[in-house]
């Protein structure tokens, strides 16, 4: 008797469900913890439609963050302040449907914008709540020293979340820029110290961002139960992140020195995107000495 072959339905965002082919082992929690176990480094980009999210996904790419970075890179606006919990949603419910259609295995991680868990932990659970429904599989929320608390709150009631030091674009006004953090002895002290409450709290992810690269390496060593995800913190950190558009030559302001323009010999995205995660592998990508900080 001759079986039927299915034909897989091809369309530009990959193959339609009801006709896998893909047997790529979903992204999860555990999965991320054996990658940082075994030193295989983590890779993590921006996405925020359906597209990029399934090319991102195809090229290999882990995690993609639906980064509030959207706010500048598709809403124009002068920084991730303004961005609303509606538009995160809608950005992550687009980024879900392109993995699902595509049958991607990405993480999808969704940022909490400014003010949405601030007031209480119930606050930040509502709007924790409106993304995972989105489709998130994480949320990433900024900050040390109270998150903690945040932090456990949601985890204890199962939601993953991604933590962010450093750098941390929606306080950009109390920093006074977007400057390095954690230069003096006493910042790095500090952030040492808000890392591991975030660790304990339950963290599984840590965004770093614009840190030295010592101390990005330092921590890394010293949080066995939290991967470590730098951008602008150098090389030895768990995993790196990029903002999508930075890594296309897209920036419209002035490219940060930590970036590398992936597209520079790529013949497409997908290319570019296959060279980022293939650089972050290796190793190659960051350059340490890109991060004189
Ligand atoms: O919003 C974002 O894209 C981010 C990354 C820069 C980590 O938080």
Redesign the pocket.
């Known amino acids: 008797m001759n079986t039927p072959v299915e034909t897989p339905t091809v369309t530009p965002y990959g193959t339609l469900p009801g006709h896998a082919t893909s047997v790529r082992r979903p992204v999860s929690l555990p999965r991320l913890r054996e990658m940082r176990a075994r030193g295989e480094k983590i890779t993590m980009l921006?996405a925020y439609d359906a597209t990029f999210a399934a090319v991102a996904d195809a090229a290999g790419v882990e995690c993609i963050?639906v980064?509030?970075?959207l706010g500048m890179v598709c809403q124009g606006l002068a920084s991730?302040v303004g961005v609303s919990l509606e538009t995160m949603r809608y950005h992550v419910e687009s980024v879900s449907r392109g993995l699902l259609r595509a049958q991607g295995t990405a993480w999808l991680v969704g940022?909490l914008p400014f003010g949405t868990y601030h007031e209480s932990r119930e606050q930040a659970l509502r709007s924790a709540a409106v993304l995972m429904q989105a489709g998130a599989h994480m949320v990433k929320l900024e900050g040390g020293g109270w998150t903690a608390e945040t932090v456990e709150f949601l985890v204890t009631r199962g939601i993953p979340v991604c933590a962010?030091l450093g750098l941390t674009?929606q306080t950009v006004h109390s920093l006074g820029g977007y400057r390095v953090q954690g230069k003096s002895e006493e910042a790095a002290a500090t952030l040492k110290q808000q890392a591991h409450a975030l660790q304990d709290a339950g963290a599984a992810l840590l965004?770093l961002?614009m840190v030295p690269a010592a101390l990005a390496a330092e921590l890394t060593q010293e949080l066995q139960h939290c991967a470590t995800v730098g951008?602008g913190a150098g090389r030895d950190t768990a995993g790196q992140?990029l903002?999508l558009h930075d890594m296309l030559g897209l920036n419209l302001g002035k490219m940060p020195k930590f970036v590398r323009n992936f597209m520079t010999g790529a013949p497409g995205v997908k290319e570019a995107m296959q060279a980022y995660v293939a650089a972050v592998k290796d190793g190659s990508f960051p350059d340490n000495t890109l991060h004189a900080w």
């Open positions: 921006t963050l980064g509030d970075s991730t940022d962010h674009p965004v961002e951008i992140v903002v």
